[in-house]
């Protein structure tokens, strides 16, 4: 399969959560789902010197985007009024990433997202479109309009998106 054309920058990104996951230590046979999430946190801290963990299962990225793990069998907290959010599972459930700024594309894979997206609830005022970088050229896949979701982006679209662009609303 051809690999995704990224500027080297992701790609160097990309190269450090996959050492930090490489990296990862031998883990205790039981922990606690808090434990679990944290353990989560630390890994994506570890590929992202700059963010920071900014609540229980949440780590917040240099440039503003809000990455959200709730624990197994539970759902992440409302997409905040004004963002919109991918999910990685339908239904909005699974890791929750947010954003809530326009006007520029934004890379899905130096969140560690890429390949994930399986649904989307836009909460601002932007319109946001979603593409696929794997493919060349790249595929315009779904449409994000202001104040609407999908529970499901369906299965042709289902784990491809790996960037957006933001028009500002
Ligand atoms: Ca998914």
Same mark, same amino acid.
């Given at each position: 399969?051809? /690999?995704?054309?990224?500027? =080297?920058?992701?790609?160097?990104?990309?190269?450090?959560?996959?050492?930090?996951?490489?990296?990862?230590?031998?883990?205790?046979?039981?922990? &606690? /789902?808090?434990?679990?999430?944290? =353990?989560?946190?630390? =890994?994506?801290?570890?590929?992202?010197?700059?963010?920071?963990?900014?609540? /229980?299962?949440?780590?917040?990225?240099?440039?503003?985007?809000?990455?959200?793990? #709730?624990?197994?069998?539970?759902?992440?907290?409302?997409? &905040?009024?004004?963002?919109?959010?991918?999910?990685?599972?339908?239904?909005?459930?699974?890791?929750?990433?947010?954003?809530?700024?326009?006007?520029?594309?934004?890379?899905? &894979?130096?969140?560690?997202?890429?390949?994930? &997206?399986?649904?989307? =609830?836009?909460?601002?005022?932007?319109?946001?479109?979603?593409?696929?970088?794997?493919?060349? /050229? #790249?595929?315009?896949?779904?449409?994000?309009?202001?104040?609407?979701?999908?529970?499901?982006?369906?299965?042709?679209?289902?784990?491809?998106?790996?960037?957006?662009?933001?028009?500002?609303?």
């Amino acid at each position: 399969m051809r /690999p995704p054309k990224l500027p =080297r920058t992701l790609a160097v990104a990309a190269l450090a959560v996959a050492a930090a996951m490489v990296a990862a230590p031998a883990q205790a046979a039981t922990r &606690t /789902p808090q434990a679990e999430v944290q =353990r989560q946190v630390d =890994r994506v801290l570890a590929g992202h010197p700059d963010a920071r963990q900014s609540a /229980p299962g949440t780590v917040t990225f240099a440039g503003g985007a809000i990455l959200e793990i #709730p624990e197994a069998g539970t759902m992440a907290t409302a997409c &905040t009024a004004g963002w919109y959010c991918f999910y990685a599972d339908n239904d909005f459930g699974g890791r929750k990433l947010s954003f809530h700024d326009c006007g520029l594309t934004q890379y899905l &894979t130096n969140y560690g997202f890429g390949n994930q &997206t399986s649904s989307w =609830r836009n909460t601002s005022v932007n319109t946001v479109y979603a593409d696929d970088n794997n493919t060349q /050229p #790249p595929t315009q896949m779904w449409t994000e309009e202001p104040k609407s979701e999908a529970a499901a982006v369906g299965a042709t679209f289902d784990n491809r998106a790996d960037s957006f662009y933001t028009a500002c609303g």
